[in-house]
T-cell receptor, first 114, second 110 residues
Framework: ETGVTQTPRHLVMGMTNKKSLKCEQH?????MYWYKQSAKKPLELMFV???????ENNSVPSRFSPECPNSSHLFLHLHTLQPEDSALYLC?????????????FGPGTRLTVL | GQQLNQSPQSMFIQEGEDVSMNCTSS?????WLWYKQDPGEGPVLLIA?????ELTSNGRLTAQFGITRKDSFLNISASIPSDVGIYFC??????????FGQGTRLTINP
């Protein structure tokens, strides 16, 4: 069992919709991450949070808005997305950002933007 | 930026065969990681390497950290159906951010 859960597992939305992805980690970690995985491209780091503070924003468009209300939960709020935003969105956690080499990944949310 | 070039992109093998894949970069890294991603799941860490020249095994998997610190390989011996999936190399880039290769998709014919 992964210890990192993500909901929903699949999401289809129109370009004018607003939706949110949720991630929860049960590992007692202090750092959480959002990644984007597109077909035939390497995983791309989007955001890093440490103790609920954003420590990295990897030039992500403002239509993606992260939120970390506590060290166990991470959200990714989506609005006015484009079809090219369709991808698998992965959440991960680690003990802290310095332990980025031991990240545990969730199963991902498969997002389709119509 | 830092990039990892992983090859081959895909492999089609018979059950029982050995598998070898590698990852190269023009940059020097101090850490090499190998992940496996099953369909519908997130990546899972298989092996972590922290020292140039290091050779580490995890069951039928063996990985090595190249002595130039610019490459790494992963071998799988006597492949079985559950080895199917996508294998990623990764390393720690600047500011402790993970940089990933493009992945090697492994398909096994029974």
């Amino acid at each position: 069992e992964t210890g990192v859960t993500q909901t929903p597992r699949h999401l289809v939305m129109g370009m004018t919709n607003k939706k949110s992805l949720k991630c929860e980690q049960h590992l007692g970690h202090n750092a959480m991450y959002w990644y984007k995985q597109s077909a035939k491209k390497p995983l791309e780091l989007m955001f890093v949070y440490s103790l609920e503070e954003r420590v990295e924003n990897n030039s992500v468009p403002s239509r993606f808005s992260p939120e970390c209300p506590n060290s166990s939960h991470l959200f990714l709020h989506l609005h006015t997305l484009q079809p090219e935003d369709s991808a698998l969105y992965l959440c991960a956690s680690s003990q802290d950002p310095a332990a980025a080499d031991t990240q545990y990944f969730g199963p991902g949310t498969r997002l389709t933007v119509l | 930026g830092q990039q990892l070039n992983q090859s081959p992109q895909s492999m089609f093998i018979q059950e029982g065969e050995d598998v070898s894949m590698n990852c190269t970069s023009s940059s020097i890294f101090n850490t090499w990681l190998w992940y496996k991603q099953d369909p519908g799941e997130g990546p899972v860490l298989l092996i972590a390497l922290y020292k140039a020249g290091e050779l580490t095994s995890n069951g039928r998997l063996t990985a090595q950290f190249g002595i130039t610190r610019k490459d790494s390989f992963l071998n799988i011996s006597a492949s079985i159906p559950s080895d199917v999936g996508i294998y990623f190399c990764a390393s720690l880039g600047g500011a402790q951010k993970l940089v990933f290769g493009q992945g090697t998709r492994l398909t096994i014919n029974p």
